[in-house]
């Protein structure tokens, strides 16, 4: 069976729902035709703007936490103070129209991101993209790195007159679809969301990279740069999942585009479950390179034919409604920790970390399971050898 990977966002067909995020890997025309080779269906430019210190890049700028698990596809952190685009926005005219141009009838959806410190430039860069030939707007309400009263980044978006205001200052200057983009830190993102659509916004992106700090205690100092940083990775996958399922659930009735923390195919399927009509993926192509968009299109592709479905649409928000509210959780003990046998190795860990004191080991180190247990779970996750298990008894 062959299946539709197409999504279509503000009357705008994706032939598939990856789209590159701002970011490195969309700093210029080149990458971003790489990001089109690669098979990805949409590109967002690096954000454009008229600020000069945000088009000047520290140095250095990028580290991983755990590189060993980065470069083995389990979790890491990626923390960098990478800013805006270094091109002056003129620049970016010429960079849209070769781009426009070496993709002219092939299925390629370019948005830019822009960033206005006034509301007039807002408007002059809406006008400016528009022109150039782009075929998307995404307001950039999410940079983590803006640290003072500014009508950009993550600091205009505390503020929820000022992203309305943003919101309609681009949607009238424009006759192209506008996306926000959400940021996670500091604000409530349902609320921005909810501004955004009821500003004018035909899509959002949610989410954006936390703020973050890493220090080094032997110095007393801040890593490298010696300043803040954007915090993200897969770490950060479950909570941009529960906001967007949030968002999902408020039934907007405009396209949502899940962000932060895709590593793999799996996790865009996940988006999609709880209800995203598309991804935008940045850190994955940073460490693994421009070439896992075809793996993530494989994967996704395959899984849809194991399942049966056709089309992203069969199975978008099908998650949702097995999301329990907290009112209606189980509350009762009716689980019963199994344990193999054959498969444990009397190492104890369970017993270490057991809560309620409810497990020892016995003679020939086997296992035992006491009442005190409280069916929490704990000692089935974290079992090193997947020994135990629950077993629903009532």
Not at 14 to 20: G, L, R, T
Not at 44 to 62: E, F, L, S
């Amino acid at each position: 069976m062959r299946v539709d990977l197409s999504v279509n966002i503000a009357s705008l067909t994706f032939k598939n729902p990856i789209i590159v995020a701002s970011g490195p890997s969309t700093a210029s025309a080149e990458r971003i035709l790489k990001c089109f080779e690669f098979g990805a269906a949409g590109a967002v430019t690096k954000t454009i703007t008229y600020d000069v210190m945000m088009r000047v890049q520290p140095k250095p700028r990028m580290y991983i936490m755990k590189p060993g698990n980065a470069l083995g596809n389990g979790f890491y952190s990626f923390y960098s103070v990478d800013l805006m685009s270094e091109y002056e926005p003129e620049r970016w005219v010429e960079e849209i129209r070769r781009i426009k141009k070496s993709t002219l009838g092939k299925e390629s959806v370019l948005i830019a991101s822009i960033a206005g410190r006034t509301f007039e430039e807002w408007e002059n860069l809406t006008r400016l993209v528009e022109d150039a030939g782009a075929d998307m707007i995404e307001t950039n309400l999410s940079c983590p790195h803006i640290e003072k009263d500014s009508l950009m980044g993550r600091t205009a978006a505390l503020n929820p007159k000022l992203v309305s205001e943003i919101i309609r200052v681009v949607k009238k200057a424009a006759s192209i679809p506008v996306v926000g983009k959400i940021t996670p830190h500091g604000a409530n993102p349902i609320e921005l969301a909810k501004i955004m659509v009821d500003s004018g916004a035909d899509a959002i992106v949610s989410t954006a990279r936390f703020r973050g700090l890493i220090l080094d205690i032997n110095s007393m100092k801040p890593i490298l740069w010696g300043g803040f940083g954007g915090y993200g990775g897969p770490w950060q996958l479950p909570i941009s999942l529960g906001w967007t399922a949030n968002i999902a659930m408020e039934n907007l009735k405009k396209p949502i585009i899940g962000s932060g923390g895709i590593s793999r195919w799996e996790d865009i399927v996940r988006f999609i479950l709880v209800g995203a009509t598309a991804v935008q993926i940045c850190t994955s192509i940073i460490v693994g390179g421009y070439n896992i968009i075809r793996g993530m299109i494989k994967g996704v592709s395959e899984w849809m034919e194991t399942k049966g479905f056709q089309k992203i649409e069969d199975f978008r928000g099908l998650s949702l409604k097995n999301i329990i509210p907290i009112e209606h959780l189980e509350r009762r003990k009716i689980y019963e920790i199994i344990v193999n046998y054959e498969r444990c190795t009397g190492c104890g860990m369970c017993v270490r970390t057991c809560p309620y004191n409810a497990i020892i080991l016995g003679d020939n180190n086997r296992v035992r399971i006491g009442l005190e247990c409280d069916n929490c779970g704990l000692c089935v996750s974290i079992c090193p050898f997947k020994a135990l298990s629950l077993e629903r008894i009532a």
